[in-house]
Structures are given as structure tokens and as C-alpha cells.
């Protein structure tokens, strides 16, 4: 319940940012956090769950494990004014202060139970498989063709990519570590290409057809590529003007949405130049949090906490044992980088984070 006079902070989006403020401000403000499912999921150990789903009941964290004190609202964000966010439930809700940490549009479960299920299904859609073709090179493709080939290897994978060499979004000598290290383990890589994926059947093996002409015989196929901004429900909204040509919105040095006082924005969705990465959504997470405390408490504008852009820092899990890290001024790859990530892809120092034990699930 709302005290008097308590400013209200609604957050939409309950991600690795949203789920940082809402934790953190909990206790210092109303706060309403806006999400359709009932839990939190850490993305970047969702490519681990398809291969081992006992390993999602760590990474599925319902909201109210970590969100004791707020108002819980599922359901999803449709239109935001000056003074209220409107839900696809009908409700109208007031805020002091929004934040939006929307990220990337992924239609999941609602219930956390149901994903858990899902992940289960994908598992056995890995293991029934003789063949599996994965599409697009970027990080998801790459550790998804990693865990499958580690934890599965007498499956034939192959990962097909339109690009010109995998994980463009770092150096080239970290894509050629990885390449070497995916044929290590016989994946094969087509590189420049795109695929058909309405397969022809031949017998029992579907057939996949490339823009170069090649034929790929798999029986399953997993689709690795971008997913769109989850900005679609802003671009009839009070805030259209501050998309950019991406879709992407446009922030100011405090995380706070150009031109505006009470609005912020942080996570994937920010028109910030840097790598879209989770443990980057945390720092502009605790920005937003250590400026939104002093605002409501009254503080100065002059102390308010800046974000800077964050230079190339990346690690890209290969399996559980190896990764490929680029640094500023170094790649590197095999068991150091992937000791760093790659056994529990980060998911214990998170939860312990969420003020959660690291390796027990609450029930």
C-alpha cells in the first residue's frame, strides 16, 4: 500500500535492468514494476537450459522472490502519457518517476513453470535429433552450437551465418578463434549464406536449401537471429519523438530519456554506442537506481551519477569448459576465459545479487 505522499516509480520491464531498480528502490519509493510474465529470467544462461533444463530452475527467478514490497503488475505495457502507463489489462497506472527497460521484444511463458516446460521440450527436441542446424553466427548461434556440440557430441551441427565471419559486433581475431574452435569440435560453419528454412522431406531427413546453392540435411533447426527492440508499444506514445531510426531511445548522460526530468531508460533498448550485453544493463541499472534515490530524497542535480559508454569487453561461452574473450587490447581463448564464464555462465554471482542464494532455489 502506498504511504502518503510516498513518490511512485513505475518500471517497465522486468529484465536483468528493470529488476536491479525495482530491488533497489523497493524500499525508498512506491514502486510498481510492469512485466507480462510472473518471473525474472537470466538470459544469458538460457542457451545452458536447452541442453541441461534442470539448469533454468536457477536462472527462472519468480519477480517476488527478490520484489518483496511493491505492486506486481503482469501484464504488458501498451501506451505511456505524461503522467500514466496504460497496460494490455486495461489499467491505468500514475507514476512520479518511469523507467523503461523493455529490451528486446521475446514472446516467452507467462508462468514460470511453462518456461521450465519449454526448455524441457527443446532438450528433447536436441536429443531426438541426429542433425541440428542452427541459424545466424552471432553470440546465441555461436554458444548455442557450443553447448550442443560439448554436452551432445555425436550430433551433426551445422551453423549457417549470412555475415562474412562470425560475432561481428567484436575483432576479427576473436571470430577466427572461435571459428577454429567450432570445427574443432565438427560443427561445420557456412559463412555468407542464408537459408531456406521451409524445408523439403527426404525420407525422414528434412533438406535445407542456401542462397549459395548448398543443401543441408538436418532434423531440427533452431532460429539464432535478432530479435526486434521492444519499442513498437512507444511509437504512438508521448515518448514517439524520442526513438531513434532503430527504435532505439534516445538518453542523456544520466540514463534519463533526452529532454525529459522523470523519465529514464536503461538496458537493451537505450541508443547508448555500446555492446548490448546483460552485466552493461547492470551498470546503467545501478546508475538509474543511485540517481532516482537522490532525486526522490531530494538531492542536487550536480551529484546525480553519470553512465560513459563501456569500450569492447566481451565473453562468449564455447561450450562449459572454453570461451573466447575480447578485451580492450587482448583476445583470448580457451579454459582461462571460460573458467571466468562458462561453468555457471555468471548465474550464481547474479542471484546473489537478487539477494538470492547462489546455488539454492527457493520454493
Given amino acids: 500500500m502506498r504511504k502518503l505522499n510516498e513518490e511512485r516509480v513505475v518500471i517497465v520491464g522486468g529484465g536483468i535492468a528493470g529488476s536491479i531498480v525495482a530491488k533497489s528502490l523497493q524500499f525508498h519509493a512506491h514502486v510498481i514494476l510492469i512485466d507480462p510474465k510472473e518471473y525474472f529470467e537470466i538470459t544469458w544462461a538460457s542457451l545452458r537450459s536447452m541442453v541441461e533444463p534442470s539448469f533454468a530452475e536457477r536462472t527462472l527467478i519468480n519477480h517476488r522472490q527478490y520484489f518483496t514490497k511493491g505492486d506486481l ?8 502519457t505524461e503522467t500514466e502507463v496504460l497496460t494490455a489489462d486495461g489499467q491505468k497506472i500514475a507514476y512520479d518517476y518511469l523507467v523503461i527497460a523493455t529490451g528486446h521484444a521475446d514472446p516467452v511463458p507467462k508462468i514460470r513453470s511453462e518456461r521450465i516446460h519449454q526448455y524441457k521440450e527443446e532438450n528433447e527436441k536436441i536429443k531426438s535429433s541426429r542433425s541440428i542446424l542452427i541459424v545466424g553466427g552471432g553470440p546465441t548461434g555461436v554458444e548455442l552450437a557450443g553447448e550442443i556440440a560439448v554436452d551432445f557430441p555425436d550430433k551433426k551441427v551445422t551453423l549457417v551465418h549470412k555475415g562474412p565471419r562470425l560475432l561481428e559486433f567484436i575483432g576479427s581475431k576473436a571470430a577466427d578463434k572461435t571459428l577454429r574452435w567450432l570445427k574443432s569440435k565438427n560443427v561445420e560453419v557456412k559463412l555468407n549464406q542464408a537459408v531456406n528454412l521451409n524445408s523439403d522431406t527426404d525420407g525422414h531427413n528434412k533438406i535445407y536449401r542456401t542462397s549459395a546453392g548448398d543443401t543441408i540435411e538436418a532434423d531440427c533447426h533452431f532460429l539464432c537471429t535478432g530479435k526486434p527492440f521492444g519499442s513498437s508499444w512507444l511509437k504512438e506514445s508521448v515518448l514517439k519523438n524520442d526513438l531513434d531510426v532503430r527504435g532505439m531511445i534516445k538518453v542523456d548522460e544520466n540514463l534519463r530519456v533526452r529532454g525529459r526530468n522523470n523519465i529514464f531508460a536503461i538496458g537493451d533498448i537505450t541508443n547508448i554506442p555500446e555492446i548490448k550485453q546483460g552485466f552493461l544493463a547492470q551498470k546503467q541499472a545501478e546508475v538509474v537506481a ?17 553512465y560513459k559508454p563501456h569500450s569492447v569487453l566481451a565473453i562468449v561461452s564455447l561450450g562449459r569448459y572454453d570461451a573466447v574473450a575480447q578485451l580492450p587490447f587482448l583476445t583470448i581463448s580457451g579454459r582461462i576465459p571460460g573458467y571466468i564464464k562458462s561453468g555457471d555462465l555468471f548465474v550464481g554471482r547474479t542471484r546473489k545479487q537478487m539477494g538470492l542464494s547462489p546455488h539454492i532455489v527457493e520454493t
Avoid: F, H, P, Q
Avoid at 73 to 80: C, R
Avoid at 290 to 306: A, D, F, P, S, V
Fill in 73 to 80: 503488475v503482469t501484464s504488458s505495457a501498451v501506451n505511456v
Fill in 290 to 306: 543511485k540517481n532516482l534515490r537522490m532525486m526522490i530524497e531530494g538531492g542536487k542535480e550536480c551529484w546525480r551519477e553519470t
